[in-house]
Nanobody, 125 residues
């Protein structure tokens, strides 16, 4: 499994960005995927995750602002981010889990085995 993120950048508070994660090697079903982020001197935290059947889960801090989706025809995972705030500044990572696919979507970093290299998002006041 390979994951390659793109779409990060610098925006002002209130702006929007869409992150993309190009995937390869994923099965047609039985997986979970997600977006995590890690700010400076902070732990990596789950932002939004989904299961192959479309079930999603969001961190409270991004509910109503971020949307995770998967284009199965292109094998690309997206994270649409609206109303961005300075506290959203972080390196954003795409992740995949092929072992616990039968469980609900998870925001736990330990549940994911495959990771991309990350894409930086910076939000200025």
């Amino acid at each position: 499994v390979q994951l390659v993120e793109s779409g990060g950048g610098s925006v002002q508070s209130g702006g929007s960005l869409r992150l993309s994660c190009a995937t390869s090697g994923l099965p047609a079903s039985r997986y979970r995927m997600g977006w995590f982020r890690q700010g400076l001197d902070a732990e990596r935290e789950g932002v939004a995750t989904m299961r192959f059947d479309g079930n999603t889960r969001y961190a409270d801090s991004v509910k109503g602002r971020f949307t995770i989706s998967l284009d199965k025809t292109k094998n690309i995972l997206y994270l649409e981010m609206d109303s961005l705030q300075p506290e959203d500044t972080a390196m954003y990572y795409c992740a995949a889990d092929l072992q616990r696919w039968f469980l609900p979507p998870s925001l736990a970093r330990a549940d994911f085995s495959y990771w991309g290299q990350g894409t930086q998002v910076t939000v200025s006041p």
